[in-house]
């Protein structure tokens, strides 16, 4: 099978004169590598698209593949993840992760934990300000966590994203939506466990490949997730892989985290990242439905390596379940 690659690589941008900041979430030419020589061992013939532009552009000279393997996170707007499945879709070209439509609703993080909570599941309560002047009418009580509305890689997440008093809130929140250009969400801030399970497969066929717990070290002021922490993840967090039987709380992790992916409708293959609230209990943070693939750096592979599942093998399993829409195609 012919299978054109679709990405983003971070120094072609870095090269065009965006910032470290702005190309955080974009690949490195280790992750093209590796994912193309994953798909060559598994029998298959791979080309190097690109980004969204170039795609375009061969595509109008006549180009085709028999699918696309995509991990383009797009350069503008909050439907950015949104484009090249669009793309793809006009021309009726199959390709691997979420549709059009996932990738644009779950981008904005108030919008997904819409659809989450609307389902029944237990997410912190929250609401998207679009200015400072919202951040004044918050119906419950600090401490807060506050982020951009539709960014990843833990863009704009830093130690002050915890805010203790309601007073602090409009200084952060005008802060981020002058960096960011766009809305904040504001979440009451959930001081238990953090977790992160990956998933692959799409709808009934999905299923649970492991949960690590994010553990910050303790040592550094910032005790956040933050972007600063996981760029630097080697020495300021530890992964801790963890399964129901050694820890019963997982397994509520996991039926959340898995309710959550079939709720949103996301396919192939991605990330849930959830934390417990002070009694303990297992709440949504948000979803990466197009979590990124680097061997040894990204989480996906990480917590998949922890379970026994090969990089290559985890390559192979998100083409299945992509190939599964094609053969539907085919049959219908």
């Given at each position: 099978?012919?299978?054109?690659?679709?990405?983003?690589?971070?120094?072609?941008?870095?090269?065009?004169?965006?910032?470290?900041?702005?190309?955080?979430?974009?690949?490195?030419?280790?992750?093209?590598?590796?994912?193309?020589?994953?798909?060559?061992?598994?029998?298959?013939?791979t080309?190097?698209?690109?980004?969204?532009?170039?795609?375009t552009?061969?595509?109008?000279?006549?180009?085709?593949?028999?699918?696309?393997?995509?991990?383009?996170?797009?350069?503008?707007?909050?439907?950015?993840?949104?484009?090249?499945?669009?793309?793809?879709?006009?021309?009726?070209?199959p390709?691997?992760?979420?549709?059009?439509?996932?990738?644009?609703v779950?981008?904005?993080?108030?919008?997904?934990k819409?659809?989450?909570?609307?389902?029944?599941?237990?997410?912190?309560?929250?609401?998207?300000?679009?200015?400072?002047?919202?951040?004044?009418?918050?119906p419950?009580?600090?401490?807060?966590?506050?982020?951009?509305?539709?960014?990843?890689?833990?863009?704009?997440?830093?130690?002050?994203?915890?805010?203790?008093?309601?007073?602090?809130?409009?200084?952060?929140?005008?802060?981020?939506?002058?960096?960011?250009?766009?809305?904040?969400?504001?979440?009451?801030?959930?001081?238990?466990?953090?977790?992160t399970?990956?998933?692959?497969?799409?709808?009934?066929?999905?299923?649970?490949?492991g949960?690590?717990?994010?553990?910050?070290?303790a040592?550094?002021?910032?005790?956040?997730y933050s972007?600063?922490?996981?760029?630097?993840?080697?020495?300021?967090?530890?992964?801790?892989?963890?399964?129901p039987?050694?820890?019963p709380?997982i397994?509520?992790?996991?039926?959340?985290?898995?309710?959550?992916?079939?709720?949103?409708?996301?396919?192939?293959?991605?990330?849930?990242?959830?934390?417990?609230?002070?009694?303990?209990?297992?709440?949504?943070?948000?979803?990466?439905?197009?979590?990124?693939?680097?061997?040894?750096?990204?989480?996906?592979?990480i917590?998949?390596?922890?379970?026994?599942?090969?990089?290559?093998?985890?390559?192979?399993?998100?083409?299945?379940s992509?190939?599964?829409?094609?053969?539907?195609?085919?049959?219908?």
């Amino acid at each position: 099978m012919i299978i054109g690659l679709t990405y983003d690589l971070r120094q072609d941008y870095l090269e065009m004169g965006y910032s470290e900041l702005e190309t955080a979430e974009f690949d490195s030419i280790e992750t093209i590598e590796a994912i193309e020589q994953a798909l060559q061992s598994l029998g298959h013939e791979t080309i190097r698209i690109g980004n969204g532009i170039r795609l375009t552009e061969r595509l109008v000279l006549g180009e085709r593949w028999d699918l696309v393997f995509n991990i383009a996170e797009g350069l503008h707007g909050i439907g950015r993840e949104a484009q090249i499945p669009a793309i793809l879709d006009l021309y009726n070209i199959p390709y691997t992760f979420s549709d059009p439509m996932v990738m644009a609703v779950t981008l904005h993080k108030g919008m997904t934990k819409h659809i989450v909570r609307d389902a029944g599941l237990a997410t912190a309560n929250f609401i998207v300000a679009a200015s400072d002047q919202d951040a004044w009418n918050v119906p419950f009580l600090p401490p807060f966590f506050v982020k951009p509305v539709a960014e990843g890689t833990g863009m704009g997440i830093t130690a002050r994203s915890v805010v203790k008093t309601a007073t602090e809130l409009p200084g952060v929140c005008r802060e981020l939506v002058q960096e960011f250009h766009q809305p904040v969400l504001i979440e009451e801030f959930l001081t238990g466990r953090e977790f992160t399970v990956g998933i692959v497969g799409t709808g009934g066929r999905a299923r649970v490949m492991g949960t690590m717990e994010i553990l910050v070290l303790a040592d550094r002021e910032d005790v956040v997730y933050s972007f600063e922490n996981k760029e630097g993840w080697k020495s300021r967090v530890q992964y801790l892989p963890l399964s129901p039987a050694v820890d019963p709380l997982i397994q509520e992790v996991e039926d959340l985290a898995l309710s959550a992916w079939k709720v949103l409708g996301c396919r192939d293959g991605g990330r849930i990242d959830i934390r417990c609230d002070g009694a303990g209990r297992p709440n949504f943070i948000e979803v990466n439905p197009l979590a990124g693939l680097r061997p040894e750096y990204s989480d996906l592979p990480i917590v998949c390596q922890f379970f026994g599942t090969s990089y290559v093998r985890l390559v192979e399993m998100i083409l299945e379940s992509a190939l599964e829409r094609v053969t539907l195609l085919e049959t219908a």
